[in-house]
């Protein structure tokens, strides 16, 4: 089968031949149907070897939504020819944090060597995705495996961000969202449909811009040396309740800072490398920061039921796997408009 791999450490993507994996005890093989294209990628790709805790060669993509394709012995609760979404964030599955469906907070996994798909195990840009266990597989019923996949990450981690402030997103108070690019213009989409708060999307492109008001941002502000400043005078010097950097830049890092209001909340999430200084002095008073790492199952199951009822859609940019490293290359340049989805049965 095709599958697009990092093979050596300083390299780039490959599109190469591997054979199709087969399903052990417990195991689904799935067909792909459709796999994001994430900036985590990229991140990887550029880690020294020292900082990569597992070998290479890896096929890459932790979004996958694909159709069953054989069962391993054991396994039940899905049939052959169903279609589901992959939970990315595998944990040990028997610990108390696994056991209500927050394997994205698994103290185990890293010392058991258990690591998502595409970010450690075979991931989905391939023809065939082998998925550890039945649990991490949701049904995705009538949506469009396309439109779907991006759910998984790029909408599961805004919006358990998201869900985690609600008690702050009151009437008459503002979110920053630092940029709308796949993550972020989904983030403005979850704001809209379970907050009454004002949206200011913040972005370097203006197409990108365009994009967060066309699905709902209620004002846009260039990403620059004066946005704070545009934000303070937005909230009448009062500041935005929560701030989401899916950035996390320096420079970003430093506007969400200076956006915040007393007791408001930060979440940075992008992969930017910058750092926001936590001490007496460094944040208005109360002011929560937090580095979310993707989202619960249950937050997964909640968030197709709102793509179902329409209140979230991920603007997407369709490929062939052939095309994946221009598609890499075009990601890494800011080219990609929402988010880059590869068609490997297409």
Same mark, same amino acid.
């Given at each position: 089968?095709?599958?697009?791999?990092?093979?050596?450490?300083?390299?780039?993507?490959?599109?190469?031949?591997?054979?199709?994996?087969?399903?052990?005890?417990?195991?689904?093989?799935?067909?792909?149907?459709?796999?994001?294209?994430?900036?985590?990628?990229?991140?990887?790709?550029?880690?020294?070897?020292?900082?990569?805790?597992?070998?290479?060669?890896?096929?890459?993509?932790?979004?996958?939504?694909?159709?069953?394709? %054989?069962?391993?012995?054991?396994?039940?609760?899905?049939?052959?020819?169903?279609?589901?979404?992959?939970?990315?964030?595998?944990?040990?599955?028997?610990?108390?944090?696994?056991?209500?469906?927050?394997?994205?907070?698994?103290?185990?996994?890293?010392?058991?060597?258990?690591?998502?798909?595409?970010?450690?195990?075979?991931?989905?840009?391939?023809?065939?995705?082998?998925?550890?266990?039945?649990?991490?597989?949701?049904?995705?019923?009538?949506?469009?495996?396309?439109?779907?996949?991006?759910?998984?990450?790029?909408?599961?981690?805004?919006?358990?961000?998201?869900?985690?402030?609600?008690?702050?997103?009151?009437?008459?108070?503002?979110?920053?969202?630092?940029?709308?690019?796949?993550?972020?213009?989904?983030?403005?989409?979850?704001?809209?449909?379970?907050?009454?708060?004002?949206?200011?999307?913040?972005?370097?492109?203006?197409?990108?811009?365009?994009?967060?008001?066309?699905?709902?941002?209620?004002?846009?502000?260039?990403?620059?040396?004066?946005?704070?400043?545009?934000?303070?005078?937005?909230?009448?010097?009062?500041?935005?309740?929560?701030?989401?950097?899916?950035?996390?830049?320096?420079?970003?890092?430093?506007?969400?800072?200076?956006?915040?209001?007393?007791?408001?909340?930060?979440?940075?999430?992008?992969?930017?490398?910058?750092?926001?200084?936590?001490?007496?002095?460094?944040?208005?008073?109360?002011?929560?920061?937090?580095?979310?790492?993707?989202?619960?199952?249950?937050?997964? %199951?909640?968030?197709?039921?709102?793509?179902?009822?329409?209140?979230?859609?991920?603007?997407?940019?369709?490929?062939?796997?052939?095309?994946?490293?221009?598609?890499?290359?075009?990601?890494?340049?800011?080219?990609?408009?929402?988010?880059?989805?590869?068609?490997?049965?297409?």
């Amino acid at each position: 089968m095709k599958a697009v791999q990092y093979r050596k450490f300083g390299g780039g993507p490959e599109v190469v031949d591997i054979p199709v994996p087969q399903p052990g005890p417990g195991q689904v093989l799935l067909r792909v149907l459709a796999a994001g294209v994430c900036h985590s990628d990229l991140a990887v790709m550029s880690f020294p070897e020292s900082a990569v805790p597992f070998p290479l060669p890896l096929t890459l993509g932790h979004e996958g939504v694909g159709e069953v394709a %054989a069962l391993g012995e054991g396994a039940t609760g899905v049939a052959v020819g169903e279609r589901v979404a992959v939970y990315g964030p595998w944990g040990c599955g028997r610990c108390a944090v696994c056991a209500v469906g927050r394997e994205n907070n698994c103290p185990h996994a890293g010392r058991l060597g258990i690591f998502p798909p595409g970010l450690g195990a075979p991931g989905a840009l391939a023809e065939y995705l082998l998925v550890d266990s039945v649990r991490h597989l949701m049904p995705i019923g009538e949506l469009d495996p396309v439109a779907a996949v991006p759910l998984t990450d790029a909408g599961l981690t805004p919006y358990s961000a998201v869900k985690r402030s609600l008690p702050k997103l009151v009437p008459g108070s503002t979110c920053v969202v630092i940029g709308a690019g796949g993550l972020g213009h989904m983030a403005v989409q979850l704001l809209r449909a379970l907050t009454p708060a004002r949206i200011v999307a913040l972005d370097v492109s203006q197409e990108k811009l365009d994009l967060a008001a066309e699905v709902g941002a209620h004002e846009v502000v260039l990403s620059d040396g004066q946005a704070a400043s545009c934000i303070r005078e937005l909230t009448a010097e009062v500041g935005a309740e929560v701030v989401l950097d899916f950035v996390g830049a320096q420079a970003t890092t430093e506007t969400a800072a200076a956006s915040a209001a007393m007791a408001g909340d930060i979440s940075v999430v992008g992969m930017g490398g910058g750092a926001l200084p936590v001490g007496f002095g460094r944040l208005p008073y109360n002011v929560s920061v937090t580095q979310p790492y993707w989202g619960s199952r249950s937050e997964l %199951a909640e968030l197709l039921a709102l793509a179902r009822a329409g209140a979230v859609h991920a603007h997407v940019e369709t490929y062939s796997l052939d095309r994946a490293p221009e598609v890499y290359e075009r990601l890494s340049k800011g080219g990609v408009s929402g988010r880059a989805v590869l068609v490997p049965n297409g």
